[in-house]
T-cell receptor, first 115, second 111 residues
Framework: GAVVSQHPSWVICKSGTSVKIECRSL??????MFWYRQFPKQSLMLMAT?????????EQGVEKDKFLINHASLTLSTLTVTSAHPEDSSFYIC???????????FGPGTRLTVL | QKEVEQDPGPLSVPEGAIVSLNCTYS??????FMWYRQYSRKGPELLMY????GNKEDGRFTAQVDKSSKYISLFIRDSQPSDSATYLC???????????FGDGTTLTVKP
């Protein structure tokens, strides 16, 4: 089946630093990837849709200058949390849709803790 | 009002019970319906996928979609402790579009 990986699986950083999270589709090419954020005991909140070779589409209320998304290749999208603050601490999950597929497959998630 | 409503539970059942998980929605444009299982601190795993109305069965899992009532269900037969997880319903209007998720139902199956 379709496999999506994320790296790192968890990261702790100091307030004010930037953190990059990678999302890779391992056995398929993905023109579209999605980035979600999930707080404890809450559902997934879509942050942005990442499109290969073009700018990401951000959901309302998501700061595009704070959450930088780069979809440089058909198998890799990155999310950079710039100038991270404690309120950015969350579980970040990406997903990707294989070509011709009707559904998306999720990565294992990255837990970010900002001190 | 949310586009997708899902009872958060928690739901606790004994091993071997039949579990019924449900979601309602308001957007009549939704055509693709998914159920995901999410274990603690893990990404969601696709369980079932259905297009339009109807039933779909896969092992112990059955997904039902009733578009006329805007109601979807996931049934788990012979539930096992390993089924203990949060179950998320999701739906979308096109096969390439973004999905809208329910808040998830937390299920515990007790041995």
């Amino acid at each position: 089946g379709a496999v999506v990986s994320q790296h790192p699986s968890w990261v702790i950083c100091k307030s004010g630093t930037s953190v990059k999270i990678e999302c890779r589709s391992l056995d398929f090419q993905a023109t579209t990837m999605f980035w979600y954020r999930q707080f404890p005991k809450q559902s997934l909140m879509l942050m942005a849709t990442s499109n290969e070779g073009s700018k990401a589409t951000y959901e309302q209320g998501v700061e595009k200058d704070k959450f930088l998304i780069n979809h440089a290749s058909l198998t890799l999208s990155t999310l950079t949390v710039t100038s991270a603050h404690p309120e950015d601490s969350s579980f970040y999950i990406c997903s990707a849709r294989p070509p011709g597929a009707d559904t998306q497959y999720f990565g294992p998630g990255t837990r970010l803790t900002v001190l | 009002q949310k586009e997708v409503e899902q009872d958060p539970g928690p739901l606790s059942v004994p091993e071997g019970a039949i579990v019924s998980l449900n979601c309602t929605y308001s957007n009549s444009a939704f055509q693709y319906f998914m159920w995901y299982r999410q274990y603690s601190r893990k990404g969601p795993e696709l369980l079932m996928y259905t297009y339009s109305s109807g039933n779909k069965e896969d092992g112990r899992f059955t997904a039902q979609v009733d578009k006329s009532s805007k109601y979807i269900s996931l049934f788990i037969r012979d539930s096992q402790p390993s089924d203990s997880a949060t179950y998320l319903c999701a739906m979308s209007g096109t096969n390439a579009g973004k999905s809208t998720f329910g808040d998830g139902t937390t299920l515990t199956v007790k041995p």
